[in-house]
T-cell receptor, first 111, second 118 residues
Framework: RKEVEQDPGPFNVPEGATVAFNCTYS??????FFWYRQDCRKEPKLLMS???SGNEDGRFTAQLNRASQYISLLIRDSKLSDSATYLC????????????FGAGTRLAVHP | GAVVSQHPSRVICKSGTSVKIECRSL??????MFWYRQFPKQSLMLMAT?????????EQGVEKDKFLINHASLTLSTLTVTSAHPEDSSFYIC??????????????FGPGTRLTVT
């Protein structure tokens, strides 16, 4: 079983739609959780760090359920510029701040 | 702030040759840098953790004699792919932690190097 699992998509949605991505992780001792965004052939960029059970930043809401080992990202009012791959990232306990990346969920927002 | 550069951005080499990729933190000092590899449509896989002044820590399955890492200063780590083969063709990305950010887990990523071995 992969340490971090995501639905690869693609999710094809119209502008203005609300879309949600899910992620599960296998290591119950994981400490920190993040969503990164990666554009095609570019490096990943931090979108959100997830604190406590979740947090919101503008149109983006991330939630964490430690009991179910489940993370989600909700994007409201999708923009064309939101088209990218969204990476669920987990930091396991210990280990030089090592990050474990999911394979990503691809989002395509169309006019 | 927190900019990481990589050089080269793209390299094509012949099978059997060696390629060196540089990762630099431009406006901060990094005691720890990370090297990742990403194959098409797959996740970033951590190859090794590079610590300034000491030997790198390699992930399971990564050949340390093939992927040589040197972290000689607080702003520079290099990855050398020795005797490259076509299966080494991939997107190599480095990241760095800011020495002054203490327990922050944030890593700043370089723009990546696309290696093609012919």
């Amino acid at each position: 079983r992969k340490e971090v699992e995501q639905d690869p998509g693609p999710f094809n949605v119209p502008e203005g739609a609300t879309v949600a991505f899910n992620c599960t992780y296998s290591n119950s001792a994981s400490q920190s959780f993040f969503w990164y965004r990666q554009d095609c052939r570019k490096e990943p960029k931090l979108l959100m760090s997830i604190y406590s059970s979740g947090n919101e930043d503008g149109r983006f809401t991330a939630q964490l359920n430690r009991a179910s080992q489940y993370i989600s990202l909700l994007i409201r009012d999708s923009k064309l510029s939101d088209s990218a791959t969204y990476l669920c990232v987990v930091k396991p306990q210990g280990g030089y701040n090592k990050l474990i990346f999911g394979a990503g969920t691809r989002l395509a927002v169309h006019p | 702030g927190a900019v990481v550069s990589q050089h080269p951005s793209r390299v094509i080499c012949k099978s059997g040759t060696s390629v060196k990729i540089e990762c630099r933190s431009l406006d901060f000092q990094a005691t720890t840098m990370f090297w990742y590899r990403q194959f098409p449509k797959q996740s970033l896989m951590l190859m090794a953790t590079s610590n300034e002044g000491s030997k790198a820590t390699y992930e399971q399955g990564v050949e340390k004699d093939k992927f040589l890492i040197n972290h000689a200063s607080l702003t520079l780590s290099t990855l050398t792919v020795t005797s490259a083969h076509p299966e080494d063709s991939s997107f190599y990305i480095c990241s760095a932690r800011d020495l002054l950010e203490g327990d922050s887990y944030e890593q700043y990523f370089g723009p990546g190097t696309r290696l093609t071995v012919t």
